[in-house]
């Protein structure tokens, strides 16, 4: 048996669960946007590049930020399921989702603010 087999791999690997984490709660955002009648856009740098930013920081933010994700992942995807009900029963889900995605929105807000703003325009560390 090799030395840690089991045992959760920490550093690029934990990185690129973020990574995707972090991309799928964009995709159900994008749901929620358009059951809410909303244009999807593309994500600004600062979005796309949060974790690689994040994981460059570490510490406590990095802590924080994978915290915030599991959080907004608690409360989207209920969210989004209960929507796709209302959808599916041939009912307007417009204002509910509305509702979640500008609460999304001020979650995500509020984990990007973790990134310094003398870090934002730095290169990404790349391994």
Do not use: C, Y
């Amino acid at each position: 048996m090799l030395p840690g087999a089991g045992r959760p791999q920490f550093g690029q690997g934990s990185t690129s669960a973020m990574s995707m984490k972090w991309s799928a709660l964009h995709d159900a955002a994008a749901v929620v946007g358009a059951l809410a009648g909303l244009s999807s856009n593309s994500m600004p740098p600062e979005v796309r590049n949060f974790p690689a930013a994040i994981r460059d920081i570490g510490g406590w933010r990095r802590e924080a930020a994978e915290q915030g994700i599991d959080d907004i992942s608690a409360v989207l995807e209920p969210g989004l399921s209960a929507l796709l009900a209302v959808h599916a029963r041939g009912a307007n889900p417009a204002a509910p989702a509305l509702a979640l995605w500008r609460e999304f929105h001020a979650a995500r807000d509020a984990l990007l603010a973790l990134v310094p703003p003398d870090t934002r325009d730095r290169p990404l560390r790349r391994a």
